[in-house]
């Protein structure tokens, strides 16, 4: 299956390129070339995101009357793939692709009011507060407590792998209000000024050596009962629809594509200057297998693109296009340190 752009998608696309072209200068693209999954330079990221802002174009997915863009899905995802063959730096998703679009729906007006401006203007960051030592992928187990008292909350617990809470003004976390019930029932959706007394924020430094992850304290953390999103012990049910709430891009299948090209443009440059170490037959081949991978993902993202709103596959394509997406991108970057050796290391 493939994508047919109509005549306006084609007039959309060719604003986009222009667009990109006229203000991603080299730092930013260098930026975008060099970021490592969501996470890449702050200061190129956020100067990305202003440039954005005052465009008009920061927050794509969001309603229009809450600062979206009024795009559609075919329009949303030719602005996913035409920023990733520039190499646009991504911008940071806790907070526009994930709380930002949750409040619009199932926030209060006040929340509406108080965090979303800020959100889109990139003048508070956000960061999540799901996993813990012990509860990733099992969710459901989190034991970080909140305990009614007057008008807060008094939080304890910890969160681990948070991206980028070091540079975060709040955190949107998930915490247990009850233990009665199933483990899905009695989690609750609070969000968290990370200046709050008792929050603490101590990294993670991954074999990189790169710091973007982090561990994330409570300590008698008070958190007004206005942070709430929704009901009390219904957190799980407003989980789930910050995470499913996007099929466009999700497969990251532009960034892909950008990837495997490269990597082949420097699989030819090393074989004409006889600086290869590896067998280029055998490169050659993973490369050819990864590219049709890659082609069938993209024909699944079609379908899930052009599938009915609300209809069963619009709703469970994004989690085989999520797993196989991260599996190409895992298999590409190994096939990328194939090709570049010890080179690869200041990647």
Sequence with gaps: MQINLTAEDETFRSDVRQFLDDHLDADLRRAGELASGICGDHEQTMRWHKILHDKGWVAPNWPVDFGGTGWNDMQRYIWINECARANAPRLYPMGLGMIGLTLTVCGTKEQQ??????????????????????????????????????????????KIWTTQAHFADWIFCLVRTSTEGKPQEGISFLLIDMKTPGVEVKPI?????????????????????????????????????????????????????????????????????AASSYDGDDVARKHAELSVRLDALEALEARALTAEEGSGESMILPLPLKLLGTHLQQDVADLGVEILGYSAMPR
Excluded at 120 to 132: A, H, K, N
Excluded at 215 to 234: A, C, H, M, Q, T
Excluded at 236 to 244: C, N
């Design 113 to 158: 009011e108080k965090y979303l401006p800020r959100l889109l203007s990139g003048e508070d960051i956000w960061c999540q507060g799901y996993s813990e030592p012990g509860s990733g992928s099992d969710l459901a187990s989190l034991r970080t407590s909140a305990i009614r008292d007057g008008d807060d909350f008094i939080v304890n617990g910890q």
């Design 205 to 273: 430094y991954t074999i990189d050596g790169e710091h973007h992850l982090n561990e994330v304290y409570f300590s008698d953390v008070r958190v007004p009962v206005s942070n709430l999103v929704g009901e009390e012990n219904k957190g799980w049910t407003y989980a789930k629809f910050l995470l499913m709430n996007e099929r466009v891009g999700i497969a990251g299948t532009g960034r892909l594509r950008s990837g495997l090209g490269n990597l082949m443009a420097i699989h030819n440059h090393l074989n004409e200057t």
